[in-house]
């Protein structure tokens, strides 16, 4: 068992039963950050005229920050709320985990499902009228950390990859063939490529990749995507930062490669707002009229490859670390 280490689940944000911001009892570094996570996106996103329409549409979403080279990662819930005034505010339910392996980097989402399901029902409550200490109480039973290393002893992922299509997943994210599945993949790997070798980075803007509705799967294809684009940060100290978002109709992943930055979590409650910082992985057409799909060897035949709907996942993965990583 990798070590491991967790601290009491907190909240923090307003919720309808009360007048004021609520907080939960110690985890203050852990509420400051989300405090000036939020904060400042709710200050940025106030400065469009239309704030209120975007935030009141925006859904709840599931979270984590996490780091190529840190033992500690946050990972949470977060919902849209406002105070007994209507001050709008949402609210969050959260907590650190601390390991000293890499799987929080490289595939969080495939563990964390019981924990994003109890964060999300405690913060439902909250948005619903609960009382703030029920709300604590029910935070004292959340351990994130166990929860993730009983599911990761599984390996839900490789199971997953093992099992799923390139066909069954297409058919999960909504596409009517592989050919827009192809293009997200491929796209992965064409912008990710660069950044290979390069122990300091500086990337500015988010990227977007298609999830499932339904909950069951929406982990493990978040945790997927994951796996394919973290592959290229491994050797570097780029702390991310996921957003998966808790919609019924085309959810999406939100990737961003700054730590807790708000201007992630702008782009997840008002997309348009900050458009030109976000890269559409969503059955991206562009990929089709780059000249390594046809002019390089390797990306060509992983290109014909990935139009295969028999192909497992697990496949697809090793030719595509064959192609873009020298694996």
């Not at 009892?25 to 000036?36: E, K, P, T």
């Not at 957003?243 to 730590?259: A, D, H």
């Not at 139009?307 to 020298?326: M, S, V």
Request: neutral net charge; aromatic residues 8%.
């Amino acid at each position: 068992m990798s070590g491991r280490g967790s601290s009491t689940a907190t909240c923090f944000g307003k919720i309808p039963s009360r007048g004021d911001f609520v907080k939960g009892a110690g985890q203050h570094r852990l509420i400051n950050v989300l405090d000036q996570w939020v904060s400042l996106a709710m200050e940025h996103l106030s400065e469009n005229p239309r704030w209120k329409i975007a935030y009141d549409s925006a859904c709840a979403v599931d979270f984590a920050f996490v780091g190529a080279r840190s033992r500690l990662s946050v990972v949470g819930h977060l919902r849209p709320s406002s105070d007994s005034s209507g001050r709008r505010f949402p609210f969050i339910a959260a907590a650190t985990v601390e390991r000293d392996d890499s799987l929080m980097f490289r595939c969080a989402p495939a563990g964390m499902g019981y924990s994003f399901g109890s964060l999300a029902r405690i913060c439902e409550s909250g948005v619903k009228g609960a009382d703030v200490s029920q709300l604590l109480s029910e935070l004292d039973t959340v351990d994130c950390a166990n929860d993730f290393e009983m599911a990761i002893q599984a390996d839900p992922l490789g199971n997953f990859v093992r099992r799923t299509t390139l066909g069954s997943l297409a058919g999960m994210l909504g596409f009517s063939s592989c050919a827009s599945l192809r293009r997200s993949i491929l796209a992965i790997g064409l912008l990710m490529r660069p950044v290979l070798g390069q122990g300091e980075l500086a990337i500015s803007r988010d990227v977007y990749l298609p999830l499932p509705a339904d909950e069951r799967n929406r982990n493990l294809v978040a945790a997927f995507w994951i796996y394919l684009v973290t592959a290229f940060f491994r050797k570097t100290a780029v702390e991310a930062q996921f957003i998966m978002e808790r919609r019924t109709q085309s959810p999406k992943l939100l990737i961003g490669f700054n730590g807790s930055s708000s201007t992630t979590l702008l782009t997840a409650l008002a997309p348009d707002s900050v458009a030109e910082r976000v890269i559409s992985l969503v059955d991206p057409e562009w990929i089709d009229d780059q000249p390594e799909v046809t002019g390089e060897y390797g990306i060509a035949k992983l290109s014909a490859y990935l139009e295969q709907p028999g192909i497992t996942l697990e496949q697809g993965i090793k030719t595509f670390r064959e192609i873009f990583l020298g694996e």
